[in-house]
């Protein structure tokens, strides 16, 4: 396979772009900032954005032609990569069928059931169309559950656009450097008191002076960048929702089904309360969940009084995509993907010789930090080299690697990566370290 990588790191090879530009051009007429979601914009490293056409395995095809090995894969959600026949067998067959109901179907309690038995803390869910809308559904639950309004959640951490989570939000918000969103009412966001990641005396503070109704937390802060948890974090979550009456929330949008088959809370053993699921429980369609304790799960309508419903939740054809993700997903690939995420985070982290540069990873994730310390906060996210970050990036997508347009993101190697592919990623990062030495 020839990708554009191959090529070597000689001169900072240009990216054709002409047709992406022209589409860039009608889309800016027609939607605002010319895409659906901000991050597609590459804005934070100074580009505009490349229209795909379509994706195989791990590459994706731009409309000039560009091949590039991927590592965004739809920002989680392809942990088989692009286009995996398997799934889109159980997509078409379900479609044939008939695309929605607005009734049960046999499906929905096979993933249900599918994801009690790989989570044992989620004996119950609910399907919902978008990790937001799961979200906002679960800080229901968690305020009809305990009768208080106030939620404690982390800095850089992103639950999905939620009113009251859009404080100091990561991801798409940290990179345009919006503390919060406009159009956030007031009330919503004085609910929320936000806590720095791993720093156990103002998570105890916060508690202390306001107990919420729940902790809301990324097991595996990946928003800001990867920001592990420090050794005994989440534990201490655990204990101090306990002795605060609050719920411990885990949002495992990304984490689930990606690092371990029960997600962080089995490779960390701590046990939430309520679990947020989404990207991989759908397969690459638009589905997500959240569940847990069934005597919480119980309060939501018909079965409770919490109100929360959606036309299109739990439809068959993003539970055909992602129970069939999941059933793909045994041990032996799970111990593929951390393997090879390890060897990738080393191969990285080689490739940039002398820089300082802190290349973060849990199994299926990682982030290149360009900082010279760890970067075990949002603060430490916020302070490393991003326009550096930003040239190396675009040196990436000129030599066929298409990477996260933002530091305040994760890596998304799959199972569809292969051998040839990691050596051409890591011969590109080279490359585009030296342009960097270079300029
Ligand atoms: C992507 C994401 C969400 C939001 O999910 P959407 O389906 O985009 O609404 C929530 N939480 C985390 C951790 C995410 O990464």
Known sequence: MSTPASRGAAATPALRD?????????????????VNSPVRAMRAIGRDPLFIVRGEGAELLDVDGNRYVDYVCSWGPLIHGHAHPEILAAVLAAAERGTTFGAPTE?????????????????????TSSGTEATMSALRVARAAT???????????????????????????????????????????????????????ALVAALRERPPAAIVAEPYP??????????????????????????LVFDEVISGFRVSPGGAQELEGVTPDLT???????????????????????????????????????????VAAGLAALRMLDEPA??????????????????????????????GLLTVFFSEEPVRSYADAAACDLDAYAAWCRGLLARGVYAPASQFEAWFPSLAHTEEQL?????????????????
């Open 222 to 247: 990946a928003n800001m960048g990867l920001v592990p948890p420090q050794p005994g974090f989440l534990a201490l979550l655990r204990e101090q929702a306990d002795a605060a009456g609050a719920l």
């Open 107 to 127: 499906a929905e309690v096979e993933l249900a059931a599918e994801v009690a038995r790989r989570m044992p803390a989620v004996p119950m869910l609910r399907m």
């Open 147 to 201: 009768g208080r309004d106030a939620i404690v959640k982390f800095a850089g951490a992103y639950h999905g656009h939620v009113d009251g989570l859009l404080a100091q939000a990561g991801s798409g918000l940290a990179t345009q450097a919006i503390p919060a969103s406009a159009g956030v009412p007031a009330a919503a966001a004085a609910a929320t008191t936000v806590v720095p990641w791993n720093d156990p005396d």
């Open 18 to 34: 002409e047709r992406s530009s022209e589409l860039y051009r009608r889309a800016l007429d027609v939607m605002p900032g010319g």
């Open 276 to 318: 947020i699921l989404g990207k991989v429980i759908g397969g690459g369609l638009p589905a997500a969940a959240y569940g847990g304790r069934r005597d919480l799960m119980e309060l939501v309508a018909p079965a409770g009084d919490v109100y929360q419903a959606g036309t299109l939740s739990g439809n068959p054809l993003a």
């Open 334 to 363: 799970y111990l593929r993907l951390a393997t090879m995420t390890e060897r990738l985070a080393e191969d990285l982290r080689r490739a940039a010789g002398m820089r300082a540069v802190q290349v973060q990873h849990v199994p």
């Open 423 to 439: 050596i051409a990623t890591v011969e590109a990062a080279a490359g585009a370290f030296a342009d960097l030495a270079a300029g």
